[in-house]
């Protein structure tokens, strides 16, 4: 059975500029890394593979140098990766993203689950998940913290919700976007990273996909990203000074003055 | 013809390592640096990862890395702590490329593949009580016996003495002959006659082991000994190009653990209402880190160079060597200056830098003997031969 990781390679820091052409993110000179979130679900993926067999293969849509990025992912042991590069993919939103993706899976022939991270740490939308699992018409739950059970009927998770989890079960194939706290990623080893540097990485164009430029990149998105900016801290700080016992009252008399209590 | 871009396999194995030593090492370093001791599973995740053979040929059970690759890995295990470099030091370049160098493919087989697998653990036994710096006075004796040599004599200061599985020793087998009376034998620790014990008390590179053993009539194969009878002392030097090549990559390491502690408790610590970083003088001492690691950095990566072209490295690498073990253990000694008497305590990590560095200007040639020998190549007194055999180049034939 395969499993399909969707990854996305993010900047390392979260102080980027934006192109003001396309409202993207500009990554030029910005140490480039696997989203972290990613890295959860390619580890999921390859405990899958460890207990039922089957092969793991990284999808990631980007510009080239996302390479590296699958790249690293075959050195942590997936066993292909294909990457979804194109001048018309350029600005795409989370739903010419999700549609990219889904064409793509589309020529991957059969799969039984598909894994993504929560959210990547640049866009934090959460959205491209669950979009690419409506798209492809197959179930998803969203925020899995654990996998319970994995089967041939379907696979039962824990999905984290406001002041709990849900057990969920659904059927395959399905999606799943997953948290950090469901494993401790593997580091890569020496093998896996020789194995990555020898390994073919097929690049898919929109032409390979069949898509039509109007379904893809700045073009094919519903949502336009108008500025994108690191928010000022706001707000002075003020510095209670004194005793403990006198900068506890003094507290909470502000914070009562307040209305906060 | 310059390149100073790293391959992303580089890349990868920089990053690989990186997070092991944040992630595996470094949350453990105090508590093992205090008790002058370490969890030996560390060896087990070393081989899992093939860091204990990655820059062995992959006909040997290796990575197949280039030297540069055996420079990153020092320089990120270093960082953390000087005791794992030590393991690359000893294992890799000491014994693991010793053997490569000088082995026949027989022995190769037989023992640096399991050195690459990380099934055995290797060291290097040169240093005796009353041989150091002049290791041509070891008194070491090997006497032929049949198919067999008998060894006798101790051996200190040995790193991995109490750990390691395969020890490259030297012992004289002509005991008239001088330097030229010295060969070189691979000693299994399950060998009768053989003995270790641990060294306590070390002021730095305590969560690594560092000890002696005795050779008691300690019975050989003729076929364990590496090159020719009387080639030992040339094979001694050789592997202490590789040796020294892997304390100089570390120190850069090092210098980059002093510099960031450095910087982040200069911008911290404020006197006379700013941040000490504001203060000239403190800014000096970082500067100095800087420039140091850049330019150990530079002469590592051109005996790195010189390595991966096959060409004799001697004098580069013990330039390398003599600069970055004086520049670390200088960074070290100023990151304490900087963070004061916080510095002088063990609640930051930059006493253990300090107390670490020391021993790279001891051993695998003191700076005193660094400073000899490059002034005997400046004047010409000194002039590398070539050897029987070379370090192969890299790309590896395969
Ligand atoms: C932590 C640690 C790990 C080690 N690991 C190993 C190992 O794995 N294998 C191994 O074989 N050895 C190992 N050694 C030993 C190390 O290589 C020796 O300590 C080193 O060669 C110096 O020898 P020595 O200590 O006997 O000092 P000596 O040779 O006695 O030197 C004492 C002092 O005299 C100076 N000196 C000596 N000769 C001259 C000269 N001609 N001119 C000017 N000054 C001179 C030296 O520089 C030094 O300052 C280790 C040492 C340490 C501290």
Known sequence: MRYIVCMKQVPETTEVDIDPETGTLLREGIPSIINPFDEYAIEEALQFREERGGEVTVLSMGPPQAEEALREAVAMGADGAILLSDPAFRGSDTLATARTLAAAVGKMGDYSVILCGKQAIDGDTAQVGPELAELLDIPHVADVREVREITEEGITVERMIEGGYEIVKAPLPALVTVLKDINEPRLANMQGIMRANQTEIPTWGIDHLGMSSSDAGLEGSATEVIDVFTPEVGGEGEMIEGEPRDQAKALAGKLRDAGVI | ?398
Request: hydrophobic share 35%; charged share 25%.
């Open chain 2, 1 to 398: 013809m310059m390149d100073f871009n790293l391959t992303s396999e580089q890349k990868m194995v920089q990053d690989m390592v990186h997070r092991f030593a944040e992630q595996e090492l470094a949350p453990n370093i105090e508590e093992w640096d205090e008790a002058e001791a370490f969890d030996l599973s560390v060896f087990d995740r070393m081989a899992e990862l093939g860091l204990l053979g990655h820059c062995f040929p992959t006909k040997y059970g290796g990575g197949g890395m280039d030297y540069i690759t055996l420079a990153l890995v020092c320089e990120e295990l270093e960082r953390v702590d000087t005791s794992f470099r030590v393991v690359m030091s000893v294992h890799i370049g000491l014994c693991g490329l010793g053997i490569l160098q000088w082995g026949t493919e027989e022995q190769k087989h037989k023992h640096l593949t399991p050195l690459a697998t990380g099934e055995k653990l290797g060291t290097f036994g040169l240093t005796e009580p009353n041989a150091g710096s002049d290791a041509a006075a070891i008194e070491t004796v090997a006497e032929r016996d049949g198919d067999e040599y008998v060894l006798n004599g101790e051996k200190m200061w040995i790193s991995l003495a109490d750990t390691a599985d395969t020890f490259l020793v030297f012992a004289r087998t002509d005991p008239s002959a001088g330097h030229r009376g010295i060969s070189a034998f691979i000693v299994d620790r399950e060998m009768p006659g053989f003995e270790s014990e641990e060294i306590h008390g070390k002021m730095g590179i305590r969560a690594g082991d560092t000890g002696s053993f005795t050779l008691q009539d300690c019975r050989v194969p003729a076929e364990n000994l590496l090159g020719e009878e009387g080639e030992g002392f040339k094979i001694a030097m050789s592997c202490i190009d590789n040796g020294r090549y892997t304390v100089a990559a570390g120190t850069v390491g090092l210098i980059r653990a002093c510099l960031e502690a450095s910087t982040q408790y200069a911008m911290e610590r404020e006197t006379f209402g700013k941040p000490i970083a504001e203060h000239q003088l403190v800014q000096q001492m970082i500067a100095h880190m800087t420039r140091d690691e850049e330019i150990t950095r530079l002469l590592v990566y051109k005996a790195g160079w010189l390595k991966n072209e096959g060409v004799r490295n001697t004098r580069e690498t013990s330039l390398a060597k003599w600069y970055g073990c004086d520049a670390s253990f200088r960074a070290a000694e100023n990151a304490v200056q900087i963070h004061g008497a916080y510095g002088y305590s063990n609640e930051y990590p930059v006493e253990r830098y300090l107390r670490n560095s020391k021993g790279a200007v001891i051993y695998e040639g003191s700076a005193e003997i660094q400073t000899l020998l490059q002034a005997s190549y400046a004047l010409g007194v000194r002039k590398d031969k070539p050897v029987r055999c070379e370090l192969p180049g890299w790309p590896y034939e395969e």
